[in-house]
Structure formats: C-alpha cells, structure tokens
Nanobody
Framework: VQLQASGGGLLQAGGSLRLSCAAS????????MGWYRQAPGKQRELVAA???????NYAESVKGRFIVSRDNAKNTVYLQMNSLKPEDSAVYYC???????????????WGQGTQVTVSS
C-alpha cells in the first residue's frame, strides 16, 4: 500500500490550496483518512480527519477555513485549505488506516509529505 500526496505549494496569505492523497495497492477497506502537518521545530499535529462514513474532525486552528473530504471509489482524501495564514506553513502528511485483506488488522500508512508555504 502506498499513499501519494500532491498539491502543495507557495502562496500568499488569504489564498487557497487543495491537497490530494491517493491510496494504492492491495486494499480491502479504508477506515479513517486524514491530514497532519509538521512545522519546523514543532511536533506533528492533526489537521483534519474523515471516517469512511464521512464524519469529520478538525483542529481548532483550521475550523471554518479547511474542509476535508474523500472519494471512497478513488481511495482519495482531499484537504481544501482556504484563507491560508503564514502559521499554516508546514509539511502536510496524509494518513490512512487500511485493511489490506478482509482478515487483516488495520494498519496506519503515511504519505511522503507535501510542503505548504504561506507568505505574509
């Protein structure tokens, strides 16, 4: 199983960006999918997550600005980021809890990270 993230970039404060992350490989089912971020000198933190039935969870700092969604048919999770601030600058990682087989225990998989830089 691999997670491939894309969509990062450099932009000015107030702008918008959409991240995508597609899971591929032998996949039986995907439970939660989500996005984390890590800024220099800081711990990795949860940004947003979404369950297989669409229940979402957001960090307080991004509520009202970011929207997490997923396309189960494409095994893909998205993060729409609006009204971006310089403090949103970080490497963004996607994460997914995946069962490779029906009898497998769900495992956590991580994407490679994509850089988001917001200038003031």
């Amino acid at each position: 199983v691999q997670l491939q993230a894309s969509g990062g970039g450099l932009l000015q404060a107030g702008g918008s960006l959409r991240l995508s992350c597609a899971a591929s490989g032998i996949i039986y089912s995907i439970n939660s999918m989500g996005w984390y971020r890590q800024a220099p000198g800081k711990q990795r933190e949860l940004v947003a997550a979404i369950t297989s039935v669409g229940t979402t969870n957001y960090a307080e700092s991004v509520k009202g600005r970011f929207i997490v969604s997923r396309d189960n048919a494409k095994n893909t999770v998205y993060l729409q980021m609006n009204s971006l601030k310089p403090e949103d600058s970080a490497v963004y990682y996607c994460e997914a809890d995946i069962k490779a087989r029906s009898w497998s225990v769900p495992r956590e998989y991580w994407g490679q990270g994509t850089q988001v830089t917001v200038s003031s």
